[in-house]
Every structure is written in C-alpha cells, then in structure tokens.
C-alpha cells in the first residue's frame, strides 16, 4: 500500500508540473500573440501617418511649382498649420539658399562659422583647412596650417572631393558631435553657391557674416514677420523670410519637415527638393525621410 500510494504522488505531481509548463507555454503565446498583434497596430500607425506627412509635403511643392511672382508661405523654416482630413499638421519649407554651402563657401566664410559657434581663430583657421581640404583634390590647405584630416586611429581619409551631405562633417579632424550640432542648422551641399541669401537664413548662418552678433540677429529674424525690407542686405525692399518675387525658385533646393500628433503618436518627416523648369518634371527628389 505505501508503495502504491508512493506512486500516486509522483504521478501528482507529474501531472502538476506538466499543468504548470503547459500553463507558461500558453502564457507565452498569448503574449507573443499580444506583442505581434502591438507591433502590427503600430506599423499601420506608422504608415498612415507616413501617408498623411506625404500629403504635407505635396501641399508645399505644391505651393513652389506654381510659384508666380511671390508666395506666401515663408520660405525660412517658419512653420504654417494646416488640417489634412481632419488631422492637423505644422509645415515648413526651409530655403537650402538662406544656408552655407559646405562645397562652395570660402575660407572666410567657413571660419566665420566656426568662430561664431565658440571657436578661436586660429582653431578655426585650422577647422576650415580641414575642411576644404576634404572637399579638394589635395591636401594644400593644411601644408601650413597642423595637421590634416589623417589623423591616426583613423581607417579613412579624407574623400578629396565634394561633401555628399552634411553629416559628412562628422568625419572631418576636429568635429566633435556637440560643436556639429551648433553648426549643422547652417550647412547645407544643396545651395550650389558661394554666398547665401540673408533673407531666409537661419540664426546661425546670420552669425557668421562680418560685424553681426546676436542682437542683430535676433531683430533681423524678427522683423520677418512684420513683412519689413532685408535689414541686412543694401537696399534690400522684398520681405524678409520670403522667395524674392523678382526670382524664380527654379534652381533652388527647400527642405520640406512636417510634424504631425497621430493616434496619440508624435510624427516628423521630411524631404529636400529643387525645383526645376522641367514641366515633366518639376521638382528632383534630394532626400526623403
């Protein structure tokens, strides 16, 4: 009888444990279930507010294609809001010609920059060298001016050709990421041009132009939204913050960013764009994100 009843209770608690492992592998399908099911939802979140952001970003080529002798949507990152089937969204468009040009600035230029954005002048003579030197055939700028881009531990070298993107300066000797965050808002490879326009430019582009400082800045920018003359440019009389109505957009790069809150979500995309005077093809894809 005691082995009998011996048996018995290994046979409980056998079936107990089997109760047990069978209970956790139920639990954890329902919980893989749970999990797909959640990673399911928010991808179909994800892609329609992808959807809703594309329709802001077409609203605003929009604006620029038909571009006639002015616009008035701001053409210097200052945001508009508009609704897109009841969904509200904030949209800007960012002239890449109110920005220094990575490619095409001059060494004064460059080192203005750098100098605004806390360096001294000989480190930023020194930052400047770097940097033409990546974006040139050869290593000249930095014969006198320390040591160039090759710095060791480094398993690349200088690309001796035109930055691709303004992340790219990341790479350049010198860079660290919090300096390249001071500076990125007033970069850009897209302008094509020696000089930037003064009208849309951001903050930190204003800065680095001779004589200015932030208080000059700061009611340049402001007046923007008063509809005032360029305070900066001689004899400047459009309105600030705007395409000048005499020019045409043809040629220029934006930035387009949209930010939208849906189903409880917070969205940001964004594109950069040149408009063209190709009808069949009015504006060129840069990036889209």
């Not at 897109?84 to 001059?106: C, F, H, Q, T």
């Amino acid at each position: 009888m005691k082995n009998i009843r011996a048996e018995c209770g290994f046979a409980l608690v056998a079936v107990l444990w089997g109760l047990s492992i069978l209970s956790l592998l139920c639990a954890s399908i329902i919980s893989i279930a749970n999990i797909s099911s959640r990673s399911e939802n928010n991808l179909e979140v994800a892609v329609e507010a992808s959807a809703l952001a594309d329709a802001g970003i077409a609203r605003a080529i929009v604006d620029l294609i038909n571009f006639s002798g002015g616009t008035s949507w701001p053409t210097d990152g200052t945001p508009r809001e508009f609704s897109y089937i009841g969904v509200p969204m904030r949209v800007s468009i960012e002239d890449e010609s109110g920005k220094i040009d990575l490619n095409a600035a001059d060494a004064l230029l460059l080192s203005g920059l750098f100098q605004s954005q806390g360096l001294a002048a000989d480190q930023a003579t020194l930052l400047t060298n770097r940097v033409l030197d990546w974006r040139s055939a050869s290593n000249l700028h930095s014969l006198g001016g320390g040591p160039n881009n090759a710095l060791p531990g480094r398993a690349y070298r200088p690309r001796q050709g035109p930055f691709q993107s303004v992340d790219e300066l990341n790479l350049v000797a010198g860079i660290t990421p919090e300096f390249f965050a001071r500076v990125a808002p007033a970069l850009t490879v897209h302008s094509l041009r020696p000089v930037f326009d003064s009208r849309t430019a951001p903050e930190q582009a204003l800065l680095a132009l001779p004589g200015m400082d932030k208080d000059k800045v700061a009611s340049a920018i402001t007046s923007r939204g008063r509809g005032f003359g360029d305070p900066i440019a001689r004899g400047g009389a459009v309105a600030v913050g705007l395409i000048d109505p005499t020019a045409s957009p043809a040629g220029r790069a934006f930035t387009i960013r949209v930010e939208l809150n849906y189903k409880q979500r917070h969205f940001v995309h964004h594109a950069i764009m040149r408009i063209t005077q190709d009808p069949l093809r009015p504006y060129l894809v840069l990036e889209w994100s």
